[in-house]
């Protein structure tokens, strides 16, 4: 029978640590279906706590201004910009990557889940292909320091995108990137939002602080370690 080779097809490729989502290509994440494809990270429920924490303020701007123009850097299958996209129906987004794969996955979600019209992608790595300016800049980098790699579970290790993942020798290159050139991108009363490893907020906010800006929220993960942080722009 079809569906009994399907399934020990499966089931074959979960005995040798293959992750479930990405064997059925697929999974949920903030009530969209997202496909996974080799060069994106598998959208974690950690994840979906940024976004929770993150949409009053997309709320705020978008009841204030009509508009919520956001981007999100290292999009991946873009999940954080389209779940803000499918909650604050005014909000429009633009998911930039350096992976093409990425970006076409990406695109794929939007269609899937009915949100093309306010979304867009760019290759880019962080703000070089970037241009205008924004209400939301948002990203979960690749936070990982490269010496912890190797001990990474193997679902992660072997099955999600290092590029994903490692953030070089001290975890934070993509927060330097980012601190260094995100000013010229923010509008006024713009906010970052970033998710963070669970020992990255201090050094996260050190970094972001000497750019001129100042933590106005943060939120734990479902494991209690701190996850996501939110800043604006001055005092
Ligand atoms: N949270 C992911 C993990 O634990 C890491 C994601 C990232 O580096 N942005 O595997």
Known sequence: MQEVDTI????KRRAVREPV?????AREFFGLTLG????TLEPRPDTEILVERLIPFAERIAADKAVCRILDLGTGTGAICLALLQTVPQATGIGADISRDA???ALANAARNGLSDRFETLESSWFAAVSGRFDIIVS???YIRSSVMATLEPEVLNHDP????????DGLDAYRAIAAGVVAFL???GIVCLEIGYDQRQAVTTLFEASGFTLVDQ???????DRALIFRHGD
């Open 219 to 225: 939120a734990k993960d479902l494991g209690g370690n």
């Open 162 to 169: 290092a590029a994903a993942l490692d953030g070089g020798a």
């Open 187 to 189: 509008d006024a009363g």
């Open 21 to 25: 989502h990405r064997i059925l290509g």
């Open 103 to 105: 970006l076409s996955t």
């Open 36 to 39: 996974l494809s080799p060069e």
């Open 8 to 11: 020990r097809a499966a089931v």
């Open 140 to 142: 979960n980098p690749p």
